[in-house]
């Protein structure tokens, strides 16, 4: 079996946002020769996201303000516990958890193996600053 890595490193402008990363993604399990096998990718940071979804512009304004339903941005210390401790970001630890952590792809015939309309896209809810996401291909 064999593996291939590599991290990449994020900085969206904005406090909350989405990156379609697919081409990128492509571009590594193309890299690494693995035609079977499987793609994992995960966002190393706690206030950021991968996940599996269409790249569609409307889809995307509704996941921002859907999770800013759930979980409001609001530096103050009453509202969340977690600001308590200097920090201002426990709306995005939430968003983090609801968008998840990694997504897994099958890799069939060296591409990824997806279903119609699916893209890998970074999530980004404190953003304006340098964050890193894991791309792991496993596989023959």
């Given at each position: 079996?064999?593996?291939?890595?590599?991290?990449?490193?994020?900085?969206?402008?904005?406090?909350?946002?989405?990156?379609?990363?697919?081409?990128?993604?492509?571009?590594?399990?193309?890299?690494?020769?693995?035609s079977?096998?499987?793609?994992?990718?995960?966002?190393?940071?706690?206030?950021?996201?991968?996940?599996?979804?269409?790249?569609?512009?409307?889809?995307?304004?509704?996941?921002?303000?859907?999770?800013?339903?759930?979980?409001?941005?609001?530096?103050?210390?009453?509202?969340?516990?977690?600001?308590?401790?200097?920090?201002?970001?426990?709306?995005?630890?939430?968003?983090?958890?609801?968008?998840?952590?990694?997504?897994?792809?099958?890799?069939?015939?060296?591409?990824?193996?997806?279903?119609?309309?699916?893209?890998?896209?970074?999530?980004?809810f404190?953003?304006?600053?340098?964050?890193?996401?894991?791309?792991?291909?496993?596989?023959?």
């Amino acid at each position: 079996m064999k593996s291939h890595t590599e991290y990449l490193t994020f900085n969206l402008p904005t406090r909350m946002g989405f990156l379609n990363i697919t081409p990128t993604i492509e571009e590594i399990v193309r890299k690494s020769g693995i035609s079977e096998g499987l793609l994992l990718c995960n966002a190393m940071h706690i206030t950021a996201s991968i996940f599996i979804n269409d790249d569609e512009s409307g889809l995307h304004e509704d996941y921002k303000k859907w999770l800013e339903g759930l979980a409001p941005f609001d530096a103050s210390p009453q509202r969340y516990a977690h600001n308590r401790t200097g920090e201002d970001n426990a709306d995005a630890h939430m968003k983090r958890q609801i968008m998840g952590r990694e997504v897994v792809v099958a890799i069939t015939k060296g591409k990824l193996d997806f279903g119609p309309w699916e893209q890998i896209f970074y999530g980004e809810f404190d953003g304006r600053r340098s964050k890193r996401v894991l791309v792991k291909v496993i596989g023959e």
